[in-house]
């Protein structure tokens, strides 16, 4: 009997002219704060522009995955990409983006404005297992160790880049 081979998970590049926006968040209830990650990357890898967001925490880790989804969406926009593959690991906010009518969830207000800030025409939602999506994970952690916010242009912080190397499938 032959045991099957494990799938990587790993993250894969987006088709030619979009981007692939990974985000995902993090609660250190030790100091009532929250972290939100975000790395925007191209077709063929490389870091377009990441950061990391300390915030307050709020009452559940849903609503941190919702503000780092709206968080991505925002600085997408800031930096003008319109065409992007938008990917976390929370499948109830990938499929809260996917659904057309408002979000009725406790984060549903968070969504519908990052969703209506910007043309969602030209946007994919995309599910990964956070095995996926680590880059993010990471800035996300890393937001425990900054003041407000951090952006990094066609970087991550140095800590990550072999978090970066080896997440390139």
Known sequence: MTTPTPTRVAWHPPPNGYVKIN?????????NKAGLGVVIRDGFGQVLASL??????????DLVEAMAAAKA???AADLGFSRFILEGDSELIIKALRNKEATLAP??????????????NCISFSHIRRLG???AYNLAKHARHVAGLK????????????????DYG
């Open 107 to 120: 984060f549903g207000h968070i969504l519908d404005a990052a969703k209506n800030s910007t043309d969602v």
């Open 151 to 166: 952006v990094w242009m066609e970087d991550v912080p140095p800590h990550l880049y072999s978090v970066l190397l080896t």
């Open 52 to 61: 990391s967001e300390q915030v307050q925490l709020p009452y559940s880790s």
């Open 73 to 75: 969406i925002s600085f």
């Open 23 to 31: 985000f995902d968040g993090a609660t250190f209830k030790d100091i």
């Open 133 to 135: 999506n680590v880059v």
